[in-house]
């Protein structure tokens, strides 16, 4: 599976941004996929995650009502929609992937499958 995240960028407080990850290399029905972020200097985080075939979905207390994780069958893409931006949700967003289409996981090493990165930064 090949994974190439984009759609980072520099935001103020307040404002959207919307990343994307392209999904290569395998059907997908069969896994589940998520985001995680890092902030420099501190460990890689958990964001939201999403089954792909069920579309069943499960978020950070820190995103809840704010971030919104979705999938596009077609294109074979998913997304994150990020509203209402903190400057404490500036990181590296990375998508991932895991073999596994019955519980959505939170824990990084769950995952085999992992894009570049995308930088968001959010200004305060």
Do not use: H
Not at 109 to 115: A, L, M, P, S, T
């Amino acid at each position: 599976v090949q994974l190439q995240a984009s759609g980072g960028g520099l935001v103020q407080t307040g404002g959207s941004l919307r990343l994307s990850c392209a999904v290569s290399g395998r059907t997908l029905n069969s896994n589940s996929m998520g985001w995680f972020r890092q902030a420099p200097g501190k460990e890689r985080d958990f964001v939201a995650a999403i089954l792909w075939r069920r579309g069943s979905t499960r978020y950070a207390d820190s995103v809840k009502g704010r971030f919104t994780i979705s999938r596009d069958y077609a294109k074979d893409t998913l997304y994150l929609q990020m509203n209402s931006l903190k400057p404490e949700d500036t990181g590296v967003y990375y998508c991932a992937s895991r073999q596994g289409n019955t519980w959505l996981k939170s824990e990084s090493n769950e995952y085999g499958y992992w894009g570049q990165g995308t930088l968001v930064t959010v200004s305060s």
